[in-house]
């Protein structure tokens, strides 16, 4: 089957990495393309980000972003408001293909994992309302690692649930995986549930992509920040201020350590270190420049930023980006802040890449190197829960 066309729309899409890894992956299958009907998110610069960097003339002359909030900014940036308790889906365009990242926060290992009852727990049921409403022939859904554990096991079974059979909706075939994105080509350590959904009625099995497909692509952090150099002048490259207490911190820091190492703190004088309850095994850690980075996050006080090998300061947001895989010509909309939190959220663009490329691939009926799911939908949906 070649030679279509798919008109995507998207719900919590972040700044737009789902949305530049299937864009990039159609590049890669011949006779497919993309086109982007629409998107969604409930942060303002965020929303400002996509459309300023994915809907571009060629992919989305007549696409629009809705911003979905509670509390919403008076108009700008091309961006359309809507409360998000009350988002209009059937307003929304027909659409052949789905991608939602529904939000982390209550399935996250850090925090309170509160799963369903949570604030962000059930907002998975407007990309259930998209598949019964909009009947897309494909969808990839993407969440932390932290989703099968939440709940006991009851939030994975039931959003499983709902993915399968929307009410009132087709029935889809799902296919989860829990990935590695370093294996894909994100110089990353970062492990997320991606789901993705083949609309029942369509003669098309989607497949995991087996990562030796990309054995070759360097992932270490020192290629990631230094091939190309990074100009001064690089969008969203501002160096933070680092205190003079941090900056000796750092000093007796070697690569791969943390605040809290048993080396570093024989050596560092006691005045620099952190009395804390909890010692968290990222606080003020040095990346190790031949290996992935550690897993990149959008929020978090002192010590939470992640640090240059060599240098005695934490990596600016383009450098955090190229830890996700955005090309250096992608901008950020907002402050850094903004931006620190738009880029820890987003999706990986090469890890996003890899999978939509395996999706298209099997649409187009083109053969690709596979391996079995880590995740059985089966097994997880005849579990008996407490």
């Known amino acids: 089957m070649t030679g279509q066309t798919f008109r995507m729309g998207e719900l919590f899409s972040g700044p737009g990495g789902m949305a530049l890894g299937a864009r990039l992956a159609t590049e890669a299958v011949e006779g497919v393309e993309l086109q982007h009907a629409w998107a969604n998110d409930y942060d303002f610069d965020t929303c400002k980000t996509y459309r300023r960097n994915i809907l571009v ?13 509670a509390d919403l900014p008076k108009g700008g940036g091309g961006v359309v408001h809507q409360n998000v308790h009350n988002l209009d889906i059937d307003a929304l365009g027909e659409i052949d293909g789905f991608a939602f990242g529904f939000p982390c926060n209550d399935y996250s290992l850090v925090g309170e994992w509160k799963g369903l009852r949570g604030e962000y727990g059930p907002l998975y049921t407007y990309g259930v309302r998209v598949l ?11 969440n932390v690692s932290g989703l099968r554990g939440a709940n006991e096991g009851r939030a ?10 929307p009410d009132d909706g087709p029935r889809y075939r799902l296919v989860p995986h829990l990935y590695s994105f370093d294996e894909y080509g994100v110089p990353q350590r970062r492990q997320r549930i ?47 201020r680092q205190s003079e207490q941090v900056v000796e911190r750092l000093s007796y820091l070697m690569p791969g350590e943390h605040a809290f190492s048993p080396r570093a703190l024989k050596v560092m004088p006691k005045r620099l270190h952190i009395n804390t309850r909890t010692t968290i095994s990222t606080t003020y850690k040095r990346l190790e420049p031949d290996k992935p980075s550690y897993t990149v996050t959008g929020a978090g006080g002192g010590g939470s930023h992640i640090y240059h090998w060599m240098f005695n300061r ?14 250096d010509d992608f901008v950020f909309e907002g402050l850094k802040d903004s931006v620190r939190k738009q880029i820890g959220m987003a999706v990986p663009v090469k890890g996003a890449e890899a999978i939509f490329t395996a999706l298209f691939k099997s649409f187009a009926g083109i053969p690709y190197p596979s391996i079995d799911p880590n995740i059985e939908v089966t097994k997880v949906l005849e579990s008996k829960q407490k």
């Open 132 to 142: 019964a409403s909009k009947q897309p022939k494909w969808f990839v859904a993407e």
């Open 314 to 327: 934490a990596l600016t947001n383009r450098e955090k980006a190229r830890l996700q895989s955005f090309p």
């Open 156 to 165: 994975f079974k039931q959003i499983l649930e709902h993915l399968q059979s």
């Open 194 to 240: 991606v789901i993705v959904g083949i609309r029942d009625d369509i003669d098309v099995d989607f497949k995991v992509p087996s990562p030796e497909i990309y054995n070759a692509i360097d992932v270490t952090a020192k290629s990631a920040l230094t091939v190309p150099p990074l100009g001064l002048n690089t969008p969203n490259h501002e160096f933070a």
């Open 57 to 69: 003339p060629e992919y989305g002359l007549d696409a629009k972003v809705v911003q979905s909030s």
